[in-house]
């Protein structure tokens, strides 16, 4: 019951007070203490599909876009960025130092992202890609493939034929 009220106060915010960049379609479900960051103009966005599940403290960050298709799941903690700081020594302090983007990330429909994954930026998702828990994808990956490790790789091919999913 607060699971529900909670995603109620995120769809509500995001429609009405907060960010509109930030597009929760109705039948999106947002778990609680998420964190959604667009910097940037107005064609910058976060775009939610239906039935997409975001579990508890997700952060998703954009200076560019990030699109997360229909069915997409999102296990708890795991982390979504386009953006980077710059990093130059005699710039000052990091943090003082301007982001930028370094590319727009899809996810296809119907993947799953598993407990603290980290989808870096410029990546895109086949639709049924499903990553291992704990995995940092830093370039895209095709369809029907299961990714795992850091820098994640695939480790599972699913074969239609079979019906099955099949080791590399």
Known sequence: MIGKLINLYYKFNYRFLLDK???????????????FIVNGNSNCSIKIDDAVYI?????????????LSEGV???????????SHSFNPKAGFIMSQPSYDKGE??????????????????????????V????????????????????????????????KWESV
């Open 73 to 83: 799941v999102l296990s708890d903690y795991v982390y979504i960025s386009t953006l």
């Open 55 to 67: 579990g508890r403290y997700a952060n998703i960050h954009t200076g560019s876009k990030v699109t």
């Open 21 to 35: 960049r930030v597009v929760l379609n109705k039948g999106a479900f947002v778990h609680n203490f998420g964190t």
């Open 132 to 163: 291992g828990s704990g995995s940092v994808v830093t370039k895209s990956f095709p369809s029907y493939v299961m990714i795992a490790g850091n820098p994640a790789k695939v480790i599972k091919k699913y074969n239609r034929e079979k019906n």
């Open 105 to 130: 990330i899809f996810i296809g429909n119907n993947c799953f992202i598993g407990f603290g994954a980290k989808i870096m930026p410029n990546v895109s998702l086949g639709e049924w890609c499903i």
